[in-house]
């Protein structure tokens, strides 16, 4: 497999996007300043451990962005574009007048949307000459896909994975190490930084900021090393925007008027780093701003209540201060999210995007548990066969609560939910939440 593109497919669909949308120009308003402050700066470390072409990509010059040929033939060789689902069951069973609609990421090989990002990076990372992918994961989903997008182009991959969530899902280390990645605990006993948390904190359970820190901190120290980040970054979320710009070209195609006057439709993704949400809402902010009557809804965890009760204030995607400093909404930089089952969505600092997206009035957010997310994700399963990750159980459920209300107000709207990713590696997380206590 290793460098060659895939060349037997014989599918064209005509919704599969040739460019990325660039919606930065689009946002509701300035993105507060960044503050670089650190010896070195997170710029000069960004400068030495990212791809040229991917810091390129934080700050495109046009509005549109080209995808290179052989990542458009990745990318329809996993599967893309992949379905828009319409759950008649659901609705029946809800007996709503809303229409519900699933973009289906779960059904990609590797269990999520997080692939979209890792063949663009993995691609950039080997046309530089670099030969070992190094990333953090929370959930697994995302070293996953680094994982299998190394091996498109014959790279070596190591991933810090957050320890709570290697140990509550080692399939997917399992899956990592099958395609030769190696995969390490975070926070790690091969980096300073996880020496010293480990030293202050024995049994930390991790989370996506001690991993983060593990990442960098080790791609730092190997040659040919390229970091990657699958969130939180402009150049992740100008890759996901395949997301949004699938479901425009199918909603078009299934003759669906998104954001007709006096309806409420809502497009809503769970929200962690916020790629699956940016990926999804960028190519319609302009929409919107231009008077759709379209709403935009992110889902967290209250394990992690960033957009509901969070304070918006500067702070940093990583315990260590490898990243810069950003505005957001933000638990706090000591934060220790809880370890609940929906790992991806235990970040402490909002983006600065998704946060200012939240503070212009743009995004509206609401938080869920693990008990009651899961309760959605297995409604999903009784009614349409589908089983999601528990991160995507939180924006179905949002997606319930958004139904519940335009059913009383006698509406009908359209509801997009971002199906982010596969529930299938989680069924002991299932379990877990499921059982009675
Ligand atoms: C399946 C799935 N959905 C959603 C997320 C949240 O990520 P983001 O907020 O970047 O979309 C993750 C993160 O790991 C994930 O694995």
Known sequence: MPGAVPTSDNRSDSTLPKRWYNFLGDLPGHLPEVRNEGNPSPAEIAAKVRPKAILEHDRPAAPWVPIPQPVQDWLRHVGRPTPLHRARRLEQRLGTG???????????????????????QAYYAAEEGRRTLVTETGAGQWGMSVALAASMFGLDAEVFM??????????????????????????????????????????????????????????????SAAYLSGSGTPHVYLHQTLLGLEVR???????????APGRGDHLVACAGGGSN????????LRARTDGADLRFLAAESTAAPRLTAGVYRYGRS???????????????????PPAVHAAGLRNHH?????????????LDAVAFGDPESF???????????????PESNHALAAALGVVAEADARRQRPVVVV??????????QSYHDVGRPA
């Open 98 to 120: 809303a229409r519900i609609y699933l973009k289906r990421e779960d059904v990609l090989p590797t269990g999520s949307f997080k692939l979209n990002s890792a063949i663009a």
């Open 318 to 336: 990583d315990v260590a201060g490898f990243t810069p400093e950003v505005m957001g909404y933000s638990m706090g930089m000591d934060y220790i």
């Open 249 to 259: 070209a199918q909603l078009e195609e299934l003759g669906e008027d998104l954001g």
């Open 162 to 223: 957050v320890r709570c969530s290697l140990e509550q899902k080692p399939y997917r280390r399992h899956y990592m190490e099958l395609l030769g990645a190696k995969v390490h605990p975070s926070p790690s006993p091969f980096t300073p930084v996880g020496r010293e948390l480990l030293a202050r904190v024995p049994d930390h359970p991790g989370s996506l900021g001690t991993a983060i820190s593990d990442a960098i901190q080790y791609a730092l120290g190997k040659e």
């Open 350 to 362: 909002s983006s600065a995007i998704v946060s200012l997206l939240r503070h212009e009035g743009v």
């Open 277 to 284: 949400l940016c990926g999804l809402i960028g190519p319609y």
């Open 375 to 389: 309760a959605a994700g297995r409604l999903l399963l009784q009614t349409e066969g589908i089983l999601l990750a």
């Open 418 to 427: 971002l199906a982010s990713g596969s529930g299938l590696l989680d069924l």
